[in-house]
């Protein structure tokens, strides 16, 4: 699943960040997110939210390199592999 990547990725101390394809861009969001994580060191996880309804949306979202978000990632693949017609949004 597509969480598989940024797991791997965040073991070897990478911060990933990913756009679903079906974003569409008006400007690029680094801006935005690198002042976020300079404002909040803490952050270790952002995730876009939905334009018309108040919920989380998994179509941008940034991983911080560190221990809690590798556990969650590795929590979350096991729990989607268990149970294979849920779906992450």
């Known amino acids: 699943n ?3 990547l940024p797991l791997v990725l965040l073991h070897h101390d990478l911060d990933v960040m990913w756009l679903d394809l079906d974003v569409f ?3 690029s969001p680094t801006p935005a997110v690198a002042r976020q994580l300079r404002l909040t060191k ?3 996880l952002l995730i876009s939210g939905t334009f018309a309804v108040d919920c989380i949306c998994s179509g ?3 991983f911080r390199a560190r221990e ?3 556990t969650f990632l590795e929590e979350l693949t ?3 592999y ?3 017609y849920e779906h992450d949004q």
Request: charged share 30%; no cysteine; net charge positive.
């Open 2 to 4: 597509k969480f598989t």
């Open 25 to 27: 861009l008006f400007s």
């Open 42 to 44: 803490r952050v270790e």
């Open 60 to 62: 941008i979202v940034v």
């Open 68 to 70: 809690r978000t590798k």
């Open 78 to 80: 096991v729990w989607m």
């Open 82 to 84: 268990k149970h294979p």
